[in-house]
């Protein structure tokens, strides 16, 4: 259909107006390269462009708005490489994006609003465009001030989250706008327009059902991208998580290379990204070493964040040089301080005298440790285990002694290791863990071989079925006497 130039030129400034709010949301998500004056003189520019496409579109055929909406698709994605800083996916995403907000919002309730408005039997008229154009533009306000107010954040975060990941959202809005183009082609060719009286029902409800379609389905894609960028935060976040938790712990083997009256190693393979069991070892001073294991109940982030407290009052309880039920019974009264999540902590303390082998240790609900002693098997250290910390205040703790002699070695674990879960849902369990340690293959290994063989045959039990807890372990063997009249200098 062709009409006069000046209806063809207001028909394409409705249009351009399009553009110019498709370039507002991009410039309300995406961060500038140069100053507010020359992205708008940017801006001015590719507008330009689209106004005089349009205008050479439509003085052919203005029910014919395949050129319009090519040229947005192409000029939007160009202006914001041009213009902004931010990754190019991300660029090209939200101006899409833009311009595809701006259409439907052009035909659900521009089209429709206009159709109530306006009874000419030819929309294609100076007064009907010139009313088009005033709904347009209070239609676009609304829609600009609540992209800015509800939806440019959520954007900005994807953005912001996803990064390059982002490059495989791009699609989605491209192919969203193609698919509104064949859509607003498929109702021209159908006469379905919004100024038609015989029409106009036919034109509401088709728009209203399309129109809606596109929302829903965009909105539920573009929510799952939004979730996707959050689990992906979140991920790295866990992952941040989990290196301070690693780090926080002795991880640098051999631990004390100028000591040789013992040898001490520990691992940590939490079932998620944190976890709630922790180790410890450390001198308390040049005669005397300490060995914690402990499991908080619980996993996950509340299990991780009140290990940190846990392991930071018993490292500083010890090294006040007290007993372990002493350590034990003063680090329970400060656990059992603002528990409000009732969380609690099994744990095993022992410390060594380097100059007599003698280890003196206590138990709060831990499961007990194994020990070889003189070449032997390892066996139970079995003892009646006090209550947890952090469970109840005024508890006290009990301590017991076992005296090593060189080549004697001391196995610490957690409950991750005994309760061990394979496919049919069978327990590692006590007997399996006695064996793996007193097998042909086990016999002689340093604490640095043990442990990774202990880790192996529980592997080899679960055989690939999902870890339920962390697995924790801690190997000290004694080797030699420190000699009797070093000095008991506090470190």
């Not at 309730?109 to 709904?135: A, E, H, V």
């Not at 290196?243 to 393979?269: C, G, K, W």
């Not at 060594?352 to 066996?379: K, S």
């Amino acid at each position: 259909m062709q009409v006069e130039f000046s209806v063809t030129l207001l028909w394409s400034l409705a249009n351009n107006l399009s553009f110019w709010v498709a370039a507002l949301l991009t410039n309300s998500t995406l961060t500038r390269r140069r100053n507010a004056g020359q992205t708008f003189l940017g801006w001015v520019l590719f507008a330009a462009l689209h106004l005089a496409i349009c205008v050479a579109s439509y003085s052919i055929n203005i029910t014919d708005d395949n050129i319009n909406f090519l040229s947005m698709l192409v000029l939007m994605p160009v202006a914001a490489v041009a213009l902004y800083n931010d990754e190019r996916a991300a660029r090209v995403f939200t101006s899409v994006m833009g311009a595809l907000i701006a259409n439907v919002t052009t035909f659900f309730f521009c089209g429709t609003t206009l159709s109530f408005i306006d009874n000419t039997p030819n929309p294609y008229n100076m007064r009907t465009i010139g009313i088009f154009l005033c709904i347009k533009a209070f239609w676009f306000t609304v829609m600009f001030f609540a992209y800015r107010r509800f939806v440019s954040k959520i954007v900005q975060q994807v953005i912001s989250v996803l990064g390059k990941q982002l490059k495989n959202y791009v699609p989605i809005p491209v192919y969203c706008f193609v698919a509104f183009a064949i859509v607003n082609r498929l109702t021209n060719t159908l006469g379905i327009l919004p100024g038609l009286p015989d029409t106009r029902v036919y034109f509401i409800i088709f728009y209203l059902i399309i129109c809606s379609v596109f929302v829903i389905l965009y909105y539920e894609i573009f929510s799952t991208a939004l979730w996707s960028s959050r689990a992906l935060k979140t991920e790295a976040e866990l992952n941040v998580a989990s290196n301070i938790q690693r780090d926080m712990l002795p991880n640098i083997f051999p631990a004390f290379p100028d000591r040789n009256e013992f040898d001490v190693y520990a691992t940590m393979d939490p079932a998620k990204e944190v976890g709630g069991d922790f180790y410890d070892f450390f001198m308390i001073d040049q005669t005397h070493l300490a060995i914690v294991i402990a499991d908080v109940s619980g996993k996950g982030v509340p299990a991780a964040l009140f290990m940190v407290i846990a392991k930071t009052i018993i490292r500083n309880q010890a090294q006040s040089s007290l007993s372990p039920a002493e350590i034990f019974t003063r680090a329970n009264e400060q656990l059992c301080e603002n528990n409000g999540e009732g969380l609690f902590v099994t744990a095993y303390l022992g410390i060594l005298d380097l100059r007599t082998g003698v280890l003196t240790y206590a138990n709060a609900g831990h499961n007990p440790p194994m020990i070889q002693q003189e070449g032997g098997r390892f066996e139970w250290l079995k003892l009646r285990p006090g209550f947890v910390l952090a469970g109840m205040e005024g508890m006290r703790y009990k301590e017991f002694q076992v005296t090593l002699k060189p080549g004697d070695c001391l196995f610490l674990y957690t409950d991750g290791v005994t309760e061990a879960t394979n496919a049919a849902l069978e327990l590692y369990g006590e007997k399996r863990l006695e064996a793996a340690l007193n097998t042909d293959a086990a016999k002689g290994l340093a604490p640095d071989q043990l442990l990774p063989y202990v880790k192996s045959q529980v592997d080899l039990f679960v055989s690939g079925a999902p870890q339920a807890d962390d697995i924790t372990m801690l190997g000290l063997q004694f080797c030699e006497y420190m000699p009797s009249n070093a000095k008991e200098e506090t470190l």
